[in-house]
């Protein structure tokens, strides 16, 4: 979720220009998510090509260990 059509409840303003302490912290707590959370931005089909290809590659590297 971004922050930018936000609405603040304790002062009416938009979230993302942070006029209020509460606006300033909902913005941060947003962004650390938005950094940490970097798969929740993936379609879901970019996620099974994901877990595809670490499969094939796990499968190659087992089949060549054998």
Known sequence: MTYD???C???AAPVSE???PVC?????RLQQENWLGGLGGLSPAALVAA???LIAAVA???HQTA
Do not use: I
Not at 24 to 28: G, S
């Open 24 to 28: 300033r912290a909902n913005r941060e």
């Open 5 to 7: 059509r936000l609405v």
């Open 51 to 53: 877990l595809v290809v």
């Open 60 to 62: 190659l590297l087992a």
């Open 18 to 20: 942070g006029r209020c």
């Open 9 to 11: 409840a304790n002062c």
